[in-house]
């Protein structure tokens, strides 16, 4: 299984960017989807996920600016994050629990793609 995630970039304080992820591979079926952040310096931490039916929990320092959505057709986990803040700058991963055809249930990221808020 490999997970692609593009969108990253530069932005001004304010703007908005919408980060893509698409799974790959001998996928069955997937549950959890994920994006993570990492910040220099600090832990990667919870930015937001979605189960398989659609609920959402987000962290609270996003709640209101960014929303998470899937497309399971695509294999394929978004985040639109809103309203971007210097703090949101950092590497964001997306992270998914999914089972192969051969049975074999795992947790599987993406490379990371950068954000940068800045003037």
């Known amino acids: 299984v490999q997970l692609q995630a593009s969108g990253g970039g530069l932005v001004q304080p304010g703007g908005s960017l919408r980060l893509s992820c698409a799974a790959s591979?001998?996928?069955?079926?997937?549950?959890?989807m994920a994006w993570y952040r990492q910040a220099p310096g600090n832990q990667r931490e919870l930015v937001a996920h979605i189960t398989s039916g659609g609920q959402t929990n987000y962290r609270d320092s996003v709640k209101g600016r960014f929303n998470i959505s899937r497309d399971n057709a695509k294999n394929s986990v978004y985040l639109q994050m809103n309203s971007l803040k210097h703090e949101d700058t950092a590497v964001y991963y997306c992270?998914?629990?999914?089972?192969?055809?051969?049975?074999?249930?795992?947790?599987?990221w993406g490379q990371g793609t950068l954000v940068t808020v800045s003037s």
């Open positions: 591979g001998n996928i069955f079926s997937i549950d959890y």
């Open positions: 992270n998914v629990h999914c089972g192969t055809s051969d049975g074999d249930w795992g947790l599987y």
